[in-house]
Structures are given as structure tokens and as C-alpha cells.
């Protein structure tokens, strides 16, 4: 008898993981099909990176196709939140679609700040289909260098 050292896979380890996620992608992407049907549903959420610095957090949502008067940013008990809704523009003319993707419908994204901000001082810049927001850090949140003496 050969005993074999058994190495733990990734997919054991990542396993609840990996089938969440995947459970989780095939709603949304099936939902995004139904989006018109349910106008109130999130079917939905847009792309983002979320950047630190020393002074600020930064912020950058990609929402092509979306008017700016159909985002609504709001910040509450340290919490950032992006509201929208991209419309869907029907023609009157006969088209066949061989294949539709472009989700439609209402969305929204939370990110919980880790630290203050100053609340006057935020910034929203929206140009190309991207909405930047900078959040400056409160003077507490700053990392403080200490005199070694």
C-alpha cells in the first residue's frame, strides 16, 4: 500500500465560494433579460473602483448611456450611495435583434466608508460615461507622522 499526500485543491477551499458566485451571475445575467418587465426591479449595478489615498477616497462608476439628471448620489451615517436608471429607448421601426445584453432598468450601489469625510467638500465630476466622486478625509482619518525624538 502507497499512502499519497492529499494537497487541498482551490476548488475545496473556494468551493461555497465559487457556487455563490456563480449562482449570483446567472440570476443577474438572466433577470437583465426581464429588465422591462419590472420596472422597479434591480436587474443591474454598474462597474467601479474604489482608490485611497492620504487625503481622500476616490471613486470611479462606469454609466455609459446614462443621463446625468438620472443619478442621484447621496452620503448617510458613513455610507456612499449611487441611484440610477438607464432608460430603454424604443424604436418605432422594425428591428430583428440577434442578440440583446445592454441591461436597462434601475440600480443601485452602497459602499460603506471605512473612515469620516468631509461631508462639504465631496465632489462629483460625471464625463464619458464615468462618474468620479472624490471624498476628502476628515482630519481625524489622516494618517498623523510622529516625531521620534
Keep these: 500500500m502507497k499512502l499519497v499526500k492529499r494537497e487541498r485543491g482551490v476548488s475545496e ?52 448611456g446614462i443621463d446625468k439628471k438620472n443619478l442621484h448620489i447621496s452620503l448617510q451615517d458613513n455610507v456612499l450611495t449611487i441611484k440610477g436608471e438607464r432608460k430603454y429607448e424604443e424604436k418605432k421601426e422594425t428591428k430583428n435583434h440577434f442578440q440583446l445584453e445592454r441591461a436597462y432598468g434601475n440600480f443601485y450601489r452602497t459602499i460603506t466608508l471605512p473612515e469620516k469625510v468631509k461631508e462639504e467638500e465631496i465632489k462629483a465630476k460625471y464625463k464619458d460615461g464615468v462618474l468620479t466622486i472624490t471624498l476628502p478625509k476628515s482630519e481625524e482619518a489622516k494618517p498623523k507622522m510622529i516625531e521620534i525624538q
Design 13 to 64: 477551499l473556494d468551493f461555497p465560494r465559487a457556487f455563490t458566485r456563480l449562482w449570483e451571475d446567472f440570476w443577474n445575467e438572466s433577470l437583465s433579460m426581464f429588465g422591462r418587465m419590472e420596472e422597479d426591479s434591480i436587474v443591474w449595478a454598474p462597474r467601479m473602483d474604489v482608490e485611497e489615498t492620504d487625503d481622500a477616497y476616490i471613486i470611479h462608476a462606469d454609466l455609459p
